[in-house]
């Protein structure tokens, strides 16, 4: 089975951002669950919308054995409420299967100013759960958004796969293929097959459901680029 866990407005201006929090709980789902990575997905950037830096949601994708998602979310839940930061207006979202509806809501959401009442009625209406854990609960817009954009397969770039995090300076592209990054492409979408790649900070693309690396050439080696 794949699992999706959701995540935004977890943080405040002086603490850590969201994605720092996913992968945290990615590495403790690590220890009963096939980790697929964790997600960063940009959102609708707008003067309506509250933020700390930019408007950003967090998703993490794993494989397991059939587990209730009331399960799961109990578990997400305490970590989020362990590390509630004052100010903030979590919102957490776990899902299994991921209908169509709610891909383009997320979609939808990259684009639009969207109000809390829509996601949790779309979530209600797909069972899928969906929560507001403090503040006023804005972070459910975000958090059902990031399951969307993560199970559409082709939106956002990865902050947590495989071993990319322990690669640093100049590297062949066998080591970074190795690390767990499915292929490295220009942006034309041309195979790399050759050369060294920058490796410090590399945040691989989602696209097709995989971990690519978008690269563009520099003077002797080949430079990662982050793309949403």
Not at 16 to 29: F, S
Not at 82 to 94: A, I, K, M, N, T
Not at 101 to 110: D, F, P
Request: proline residues 4%; negative net charge.
């Amino acid at each position: 089975m794949r699992y999706f866990i959701g995540l935004d407005d977890t943080d405040n201006h002086e603490s850590r951002g969201t994605g720092h929090l996913a992968r945290v709980m990615a590495k403790a789902l690590a220890q009963d669950f096939h980790l697929l990575g964790v997600t960063r997905h940009q959102l609708l950037e707008d003067e309506r919308v509250p933020k700390t830096a930019k408007n950003s949601c967090a998703a993490i994708l794993f494989e397991g054995e059939a587990v209730l998602l009331e399960e799961l979310a109990d578990f997400a839940r305490k970590m989020m409420q362990e590390d509630f930061q004052p100010g903030s207006d979590p919102g957490l979202c776990v899902a299994s299967a991921v209908p169509d509806e709610v891909i383009a809501y997320g979609q939808r959401a990259r684009r639009e100013f969207l109000c809390q009442q829509e996601p949790r009625d779309l979530a209600a209406a797909h069972g899928i759960f969906l929560e507001g854990l403090g503040g006023d609960e804005g972070g459910v817009i975000g958090a059902l958004a990031a399951v969307g954009l993560a199970a559409s397969g082709d939106d956002g770039r990865y902050v947590e796969v495989g071993s990319i995090r322990d690669l640093e300076g100049l590297l062949p592209i066998s080591r970074v293929l190795a690390s767990g990054i499915a292929s490295v492409k220009t942006l034309d979408g041309a195979l790399v097959l050759g050369g060294v790649i920058l490796t410090d900070k590399m945040r691989p693309a989602r696209r097709d459901g995989q971990p690519v690396l978008f690269v563009e050439q520099e003077v002797g080696y080949w430079l990662p680029l982050k793309l949403d």
